[in-house]
């Protein structure tokens, strides 16, 4: 029997690193191009409500994993060292370990951030760019990040030149430019083609089982270094910045529009290159003849602030970090809506593999199968209210643990809470969507507050599922 005779669907999971949600152009962004991508939103259902769960990578990851928001999973932040991050407790399943128990051949290629990988059946791994590692070996992070794997790989191809990706990063072009550089590597040879050549390889095979197939790419993670074919792709004058930009620049610290509009070219570029890399897989996917079978999600683990507020990376609430790119594609045969405006989070991404293989959900799965979303009698597209869920919930715990937040969102409304200290946020979406004005003290909004304050409870109230439910 080969693959396209299975008649369970393959399943592949696609996941960037820290890519914003607006950095798609069907998404709406007017500059990048993303080809690939838009073809694949065409054919299924776009999300444009999707939200994450906690906004930072192995947490967040972690939610994804289980359909369990991070403070029933317990994975609630990352160390310094990655390695070292607490991973996910013995007793929580995986979706993965379901297909894998349920007879799915189970692979996983690229970053996916899991301490220790479970569910698998085979892996090619790394855990990311690392933009903080310098050296390749000897820092007291940790061994790179980019992996003993992808290294043997690229020395095979080019001695010595895993070591001078690390030496790039200790020139004064690296540091005076936030970590947007062009890589000294070719297209063929960067991490990102590493990794899709795996995932074309596993897919190319013959498969008597229906596969899962988690493809993680490791951009537009900092540091933003493209090939130089992408580094060239977008100018720095064609980049438009907005008052979140232009508010916070601050020369004395390098932040000046020259290093902010170079940083944003560079990014768009690597989100131009991942879709050149999705193209080349999905070509391979339709020769064999996988596509029509075979359910696609694609997403990321959260976005990245690029420059606004002042701050690069992630960490805090704001909707560049917690706004997340979303699409889903069924199989064959399936109708869905083009557009799905409803609320959604990652925790519903596991239950929807788990409804698409035909497994049954666990009661202790806070998320909710996306897939009667997708049907055309799900709601009017584009409608607001029409389905969905009427807030979402966020959390994060900093890397010392010296402070942890919750973030309750509405479509109208988003509420914050820091502790043991710190500022209370209240942002009301509709009159501020930049999220400049934090009006949690202001007596207009005390109404609001208090209704905020109240739902954040009950929600963290009615998700406090036991972990062993009968």
Request: aromatic share 10%.
């Amino acid at each position: 029997m080969t693959t396209a005779a299975v008649t369970k669907p393959n399943i592949i999971l696609i996941t960037t690193d820290q890519q914003r949600y607006d950095t798609l152009a069907c998404n709406g962004n007017p500059i990048v191009r993303t080809p690939v991508i838009d073809r694949l939103a065409r054919e299924g259902s776009r999300f444009v409500n999707s939200f994450i769960n906690n906004t930072v990578c192995v947490p967040s990851r972690a939610c994804l994993q289980t359909g369990r928001y991070t403070h029933q999973h317990g994975v609630r932040y990352m160390e310094s060292v990655i390695e070292t991050t607490p991973g996910l407790p013995v007793w929580e399943e995986t979706f993965m370990q379901r297909l894998q128990t349920a007879g799915y051949e189970t692979c996983a290629v690229g970053k996916i951030h899991m301490f220790p990988p479970k569910g698998f059946h085979e892996t090619h791994l790394t855990n990311g760019k690392g933009q903080r590692w310098t050296t390749p070996y000897g820092s007291p992070l940790g061994p790179a990040q980019l992996g003993d794997e992808y290294a043997a790989w690229l020395e095979k191809r080019h001695p010595g030149a895993y070591a001078r990706i690390y030496e790039q990063r200790r020139t004064e072009e690296y540091r005076t430019n936030r970590a947007a550089i062009v890589n000294v590597l070719g297209t063929e040879d960067y991490i990102d083609t590493w990794i899709t050549e795996n995932a074309i390889d596993f897919v190319s095979r013959e498969h008597r089982q229906p596969f899962f197939l988690w493809y993680g790419f490791c951009n537009p993670h900092g540091p933003v270094d493209p090939p130089a074919e992408y580094a060239s792709l977008y100018s720095p004058d064609d980049v438009v910045l907005t008052e979140r930009h232009l508010r916070f620049l601050n020369p004395e610290r390098g932040l000046t529009e020259a290093v902010l509009r170079r940083w944003i070219a560079y990014y768009w570029g690597l989100c131009t290159y991942i879709d050149d890399m999705l193209g080349r897989f999905f070509e391979v996917l339709r020769r064999r003849g996988l596509w029509d079978n075979t359910l696609i999600i694609y997403t990321t683990d959260h976005g990245e602030y690029m420059g606004e507020y002042g701050r690069f990376g992630k960490g805090l609430f704001h909707d560049c970090i917690i706004h997340a790119p979303l699409i889903i594609k069924p199989p064959a045969g399936e109708e869905v809506k083009p557009l799905v405006s409803g609320m959604v989070e990652h925790i519903d991404i596991a239950p929807t593999i788990l409804d698409y293989a035909g497994l049954p959900i666990p009661r202790t799965v806070q998320g909710k199968s996306l897939r009667p979303l997708l049907s055309p009698a799900s709601g009017d597209e584009g409608k607001e209210g029409d389905e969905g869920k009427e807030q979402i919930l966020c959390e994060y715990t900093k890397n010392d643990q010296s402070s942890h937040g919750k973030c309750l969102r509405t479509r109208r409304y988003k509420y914050c809470i820091w502790s043991p200290s710190g500022p209370v946020e209240l942002y009301d979406l509709e009159e501020d969507p930049g999220e400049l004005r934090n009006v949690a003290d202001d007596p207009g909004y005390t109404a609001v507050r208090l209704e905020m304050q109240e739902r954040l409870l009950h929600h963290l109230s009615l998700s406090e599922k036991p972990i062993h439910i009968r």
